[in-house]
């Protein structure tokens, strides 16, 4: 019985010394940080130059909400810990996002999306009409702006004389958001703008629309992939060299970023290559359609194999089946299968379409187009079954592979020059493949490229969202404290991205 006792006095010691640890640990008082500092930066006078990223765009708009958590101003406010001056931004007029000229909207410059309970819808279609209030004939603000975030300009669009002129804007030769800027000197570049404040510190991420916008426009070529080599204005290489050289003349010092790979964005991974549900009724009738295409395409393989232009393997690829279920791939066009026309003419007749398959990336607005009718009249008339989705609709793999070429060039010259002038450089291709890879954990939050759900990006499935750009935020300032000797990190002074919305309400409420 003494051993008993004895091993309960035991436990209870133990209980009460390790009460006294934890009580000891609770009261035990933590690390002071040391203060902010700039390092070998001077943050005075800070310029900010790039497109929709850097402009704060979100949900497919631009709005005062938005542009309030960009990035460039949110390191705005860090710098000023530490020597940074003001920081202006040609703010919008609402929240409604969307432009208007001379009192009518621009065709093309909506108001914002917002979540409509299963997905992003416009926001009128929850609140009804609103009146887009930031016009850019009538209510420019007054710069000069310390962000000159231009949404949708390519890297040459900044060192092009007119893009902020109002008289160009018919011509395509104008971006309204940029003539919001340009003032009283409307022929002046990005570039001129940046220079005219004498930055002594800039920050430049350009080129991400340069492969953007032929992805968006699903590769149809109406968007081409800006070329790599050409003078400055045309070739990526030069223009991105032209931009640094310009900016670092006066000794300033600065951060710039690289290209991600677009395809990784939910605008490219959300819509799945086999979304069509079909009854056994449906598939069957679909399937009697395509017989005849099918009967071509075996006929053109008997005819055509020998000569080794048309092989098996793209027959068999090519070849349309449907079946009850709720899984049946889209049909799609590809430019890349043979023209059979071409090589035989009895097979002219015979259009370069597929079923999808997983390596084919669907854009995102094609959600609300697959499974509608062609013909209101005709109900089988179905887009994506019996008609093939266009182009437009469909990044085939031939298409991404010209997206990856063009990002790995851009990223050599970005990385390459930003090494040469001694920049700070953020590696926003490697942020967006952890995002879309098991995401990216800052403070209590993890954030995923998932749309809606994931917290990075916004409805529009390209820009962030005002968490996700704090977290880009908090991505500059640890490259600059690795730079310049800066210490935002060790001093505390990270963003907790926990304090930046993921989405906003339809009235703000």
């Known amino acids: 019985m003494k051993i008993k006792y004895i091993w309960l006095l035991a436990c209870l010691i133990g209980f009460w010394a390790c009460n006294d640890i934890e009580d000891f640990e609770m009261t035990e008082v933590e ?7 700039p390092g070998s930066a001077d943050f005075s006078n800070f310029v900010a ?11 497919g708009a631009l709005f005062s909400a938005s542009q309030s958590s960009s990035f460039p101003n949110i390191l705005s406010q860090k710098f000023e810990l530490v020597g940074g001056g003001s920081f202006t931004q040609p703010l919008t007029n609402d929240n ?3 432009l208007a000229l001379a009192g009518n909207r621009l065709p093309g410059f909506d108001p914002r999306l917002v979540f409509g ?10 609140i009804g009409p609103v009146t887009v209030t ?28 007119g893009y902020g002129n109002l008289g160009n804007l018919q011509l395509g030769l104008a971006n309204p958001y940029f003539v919001r800027m340009t003032g009283s000197t409307p022929d002046a570049s990005v570039l001129e703008l940046a220079v005219a404040q004498s930055p002594s510190f800039f920050l430049l991420w350009i080129g991400n629309n340069d492969v953007l916008g032929y992805a968006l426009s699903g590769g149809d070529g109406t968007n081409p992939i800006t070329p790599v080599s050409g003078p400055p204005g045309v070739g990526f290489d030069q223009t991105y060299g032209a931009l640094i050289a310009t900016l670092t003349a006066s000794g300033s010092g600065g951060v710039v970023a690289n290209i991600a790979d677009v ?10 290559y086999n979304p069509v549900p079909l009854d056994a009724a449906t598939a069957a009738a679909v399937n009697q359609a395509y017989a005849p295409y099918n009967g071509g395409i075996q006929a053109a393989l008997a005819a055509l194999e020998v000569t080794g232009l048309f ?5 068999a690829a090519r070849i349309i089946s449907f079946e009850e279920g709720e899984t049946n791939a889209v049909v799609i066009e590809d430019e890349s299968l043979t023209d059979l026309g071409a090589i035989n003419p009895a097979f002219d007749g015979l259009p370069r379409i597929r079923q999808a398959t997983a390596e084919d990336l669907i854009v995102l607005p094609a959600a609300n187009f697959i499974g509608t009718l062609a013909d209101p009249n005709n109900p089988l008339t179905v887009n994506g079954v019996a008609i093939p989705l266009e182009d437009k609709w469909v990044l085939v793999p031939s298409e991404q592979m010209e997206i990856a070429v063009a990002t790995t060039a851009f990223n050599a010259t970005i990385s390459s020059t930003a090494n040469a002038a001694g920049l700070a450089f953020v590696d926003a291709n490697t942020l967006l493949s952890q995002l879309a890879n098991g995401g990216i954990t800052s403070g209590n939050f993890t954030l995923t490229s998932n749309l809606v759900t994931g917290g990075a990006f916004s409805l529009d499935g390209v820009h962030p969202t005002s968490r996700g750009y704090a977290l880009i935020a908090n991505e500059f300032m640890k490259a600059i404290d690795a730079t310049y000797g800066s210490n935002f990190e060790a001093s505390g002074n990270l963003v907790d991205i926990g304090n930046y919305p993921t989405n906003y309400s339809p009235t703000f409420q």
């Not at 690390?31 to 500092?37: F, Q, S, V």
């Open 31 to 37: 690390e002071e940080l040391p203060p902010a500092t």
């Open 311 to 315: 092989t098996p393997e793209e027959a």
């Open 134 to 161: 930031t016009d850019i004939a009538l209510n420019n603000p007054t710069g000069p702006f310390g962000n000159l975030g231009v949404p949708g300009a390519k890297s040459f669009h900044l060192l092009a004389p």
């Open 49 to 59: 130059l790039g497109n929709s990223l850097t402009a704060g765009f979100a949900d």
């Open 117 to 126: 309970g299963a997905g992003p819808v416009p926001l009128e279609s929850l």
């Open 96 to 98: 409604f996002g969307g």
């Open 263 to 272: 395809t990784s964005i939910p605008y490219f991974t959300t819509v799945p």
